[in-house]
Every structure is written in C-alpha cells, then in structure tokens.
T-cell receptor, first 112, second 114 residues
Framework: DQQVKQNSPSLSVQEGRISILNCDYTNSMFDYFLWYKKYPAEGPTFLISISSIKDKNEDGRFTVFLNKSAKHLSLHIVPSQPGDSAVYFCASDTANAGKSTFGDGTTLTVKP | ETGVTQSPTHLIKTRGQQVTLRCSSQSGHNTVSWYQQALGQGPQFIFQYYREEENGRGNFPPRFSGLQFPNYSSELNVNALELDDSALYLC?????????????FGPGTRLLVL
C-alpha cells in the first residue's frame, strides 16, 4: 500500500509558464510534507516543506499548497526555467523526522 | 561545511555475497538515515541512527544492518545479497532528527547484484 502517490510520472512545460506537480497521500498522521528535487547522479535536494497546520508555503518561485481534507498537495513553480528540469519527489514525515515516506517522483521537463 | 559523501559510487556483487556501503555525514549532524531507491521508484526508508543508536527501522529484513560512528561516518551492511537488492542506496544526514527537519542526501551508491 503506497501511502504517498505521485500519479503523473512526467510533466512537460514551456519556459516561463507554471509547472504544477501533484501528490496524494493516505496517512492522516503525516505532520510534514516536503518536496525534493533530484538531478541525475546526485542525491535529492530539499526544495520546500509545509507543516500540516498550514495550507500554503511560499519560497521565491516555489509554492506548496496543502489540502488536508482531500489529502492532496501540490507544488507550483512560477515561472518555470530550464534549470528546473529534474525529478521531483513528494515526501511525508510523521512525528519522527528522517523517516520520510516518498512518492515515486515526477520528471519535469522545462522546454526553452 | 562539506556535504554528504558516499562510497563507493558503484558496486557489483553476486548473489549471496555481503556488502558494506559507507556514508560521511555533514559535521555536527547527529542523525543519519539510509534509503533504498529501486529503479523508477522513490526512496524507501531502511533505518535511522541517532547518536550511534538505531532510532527506527523500515520494512527491511535483519540482513540489512547499520552502524554509526562518533566521527559522523556510518555504514550500511547487507548480508546474503539477493537480486532484488540491486538499487541506489542513499544516506541522508540531519542535525537532530526534529520532525520536518531538512535531510541532506549524498549522491548514492549504485549496487548491482548478479
């Protein structure tokens, strides 16, 4: 039973447009949600997170939205840049950090 | 501040053998977690160590074991390797293991079991 799901394996957008990456979860005990970005041959890099008590968190071009009733979160990248092309992982934490449950990732391609 | 490093980068073993993977955490980070990432999937939590003690374990058999040392290095040991153990193994360090704390990942060790 996969507790964190990223249903879109890939997404392609034009440079300058908005990228929206989605993530669904089933475990209502998750306290934190995190997004990581991964380039080939590198480990995942933390991008942005949100606590379950919030519904939005913004950091520059990146905004994460959390809809607890729908058990859904999304990452918005505006404007998208070619350097954003990577695999994006959604992850969820319970009260103990470092035990993140990851989705299978979405490969984002931003075309110039 | 140096990043998280892992060695070796690639490794080929045969079924039934044993393997040791190494990780060097960021200085001052007391928590290290290990993940297995199979092809096309997200990282799966193996276990976590905090100040040299195991602090949680995922759904992996006992032949997966680990050690954490006072110098911020750690090891993942896998005995009796199986073909399905072929994957990218990632370690991640964090300061204290506080909920929602950022983890810093190494580049991983890619293990192939033949």
């Amino acid at each position: 039973d996969q507790q964190v799901k990223q249903n879109s394996p890939s997404l392609s957008v034009q440079e300058g447009r908005i990228s929206i990456l989605n993530c669904d979860y089933t475990n209502s005990m998750f306290d934190y949600f995190l997004w990581y970005k991964k380039y080939p041959a590198e480990g995942p890099t933390f991008l942005i997170s949100i606590s379950s008590i919030k519904d939005k968190n913004e950091d520059g071009r990146f905004t994460v939205f959390l809809n607890k009733s729908a058990k859904h979160l999304s990452l918005h990248i505006v404007p998208s840049q070619p350097g954003d092309s990577a695999v994006y992982f959604c992850a969820s934490d319970t009260a103990n950090a470092g035990k993140s449950t990851f989705g299978d990732g979405t490969t984002l391609t931003v075309k110039p | 501040e140096t990043g998280v490093t892992q060695s070796p980068t690639h490794l080929i073993k045969t079924r039934g053998q044993q393997v040791t993977l190494r990780c060097s955490s960021q200085s001052g980070h007391n928590t290290v977690s290990w993940y297995q990432q199979a092809l096309g999937q997200g990282p799966q939590f193996i276990f976590q160590y905090y100040r040299e003690e195991e602090n949680g374990r995922g759904n992996f058999p006992p032949r997966f074991s680990g050690l954490q040392f006072p110098n911020y290095s750690s090891e993942l040991n896998v005995n009796a390797l199986e073909l399905d153990d072929s994957a990218l193994y990632l370690c991640a360090s964090s300061l204290s293991g506080t909920p929602g704390e950022t983890q810093y990942f190494g580049p991983g060790t890619r293990l192939l079991v033949l």
